[in-house]
């Protein structure tokens, strides 16, 4: 039976190609709603961004709006260099649709929902929908293990002191959730940024599927991979949120183990986690068989045959 889920996505480039992915895995998934927040571009265009991709994907599950800024109100940066102003490098979607304000009518109770009936959650960007939501139910979410792609351990970060761009974008609200017992399943960059596409694969992809989806996905990732061979050196990009999107369809090529731990929530290190002593309050992402997950998003991206979900 398909994984019930709900998506959080700050809908930046690769959260996109997450979407897409979850969109067109039904064997395996089933979207049943998403959040937006703010992170790669502004929540509204986040949230355009996440209804676009997943209605030309054929998904139709209702998209809300969330939180436009983090915890302490700190200013969001409106460009983001991998992502543009639109989170989507100029192939963004248009916000003529009204979409519903996740603190309107739902709020926490949304996400409260989700969680006490055991929908499996993804969030692909800050924490800060989640971390408002603890506030009001804080007891539906004990022991929920949430798939959160966030965490910068032996790798560095681009942001500000070598943390993940989620982490340190809301480093109080991740806070919150790990003192909260929320037990969230960590994938850090760690992980993801063993895995790379290549734009010539990704092109091929788009040729072969030939959808006005794909089509729009391959407009975003040039300026995407571009910023990667800068700061990486790679010739593609690392899928960050893909490979998080991936771990619920595949989890056999994901090895996590128990682990303690924290976020520096201000000075030059802000956003960066550290595993320390003491109970475990997540679980973190350790091993990955990156070249089954390469081979994974791109079958499932452009609708060629599958590897069988685990």
């Known amino acids: 039976m398909p994984l019930r889920l709900h998506i959080d996505t700050d809908c930046g480039v690769d959260d996109a190609l ?47 709006i969330g939180a436009g800024s983090g915890l302490a109100k700190r200013r969001v940066e409106r460009m983001r260099p991998a992502h543009g102003v639109d989170g989507l490098n100029g192939a963004g979607f248009s916000q003529r649709w009204k979409l519903p304000e996740l603190d309107h009518g739902h709020g926490a109770s949304l996400l409260a929902y989700c969680a006490r009936r055991k929908l499996t959650g993804l969030f692909l960007g800050p924490l800060t929908n989640l971390a408002q939501g603890l506030l009001e ?12 792609m966030a965490g910068a351990f032996a790798v560095e970060g681009k942001a500000a002191g070598g943390a993940d761009f989620n982490s340190w974008s809301d480093a109080d609200a991740l806070a ?24 010539e694969a990704m092109a091929a992809g788009a040729a072969s599927c030939g959808t006005p989806l794909s089509v729009r996905l391959n407009r975003a990732l040039g300026p995407y991979a571009a910023f990667h061979h800068k700061a990486w050196g790679i010739d593609g ?5 893909a490979v998080a999107a991936v771990s619920l369809i595949a989890p056999r090529l994901f090895g996590f183990e128990p682990a303690r731990v924290r976020v520096i929530t201000d000075g030059a290190g802000m956003g960066r986690l550290q595993r320390i002593e003491g109970e475990p309050n997540a679980e973190v992402c350790v091993a990955v068989e990156a070249l089954a997950v390469e081979r ?15």
């Open 176 to 199: 919150r959730v790990l003192a909260a017992g929320v037990a969230p399943r960590l994938i850090p960059l760690d992980i993801t940024s063993q895995v790379t596409l290549t734009l």
């Open 296 to 310: 994974l998003l791109l079958e499932r991206l452009f609708c060629q045959p599958v590897l069988s979900p685990a």
């Open 18 to 64: 997450a979407l897409a992915l979850l969109a067109r895995a039904p064997d395996a998934v089933d979207v049943v709603s998403v959040s937006a927040v703010f992170g790669n571009t502004y929540v509204d265009q986040a949230a355009a961004n996440a209804r676009g991709v997943l209605r030309l994907a054929g998904c139709a599950a209702e998209v809300y």
């Open 237 to 241: 990009c690392h899928p960050h949120d």
């Open 137 to 148: 139910e804080p007891g539906a979410f004990r022991g929920w293990g949430p798939t959160v």
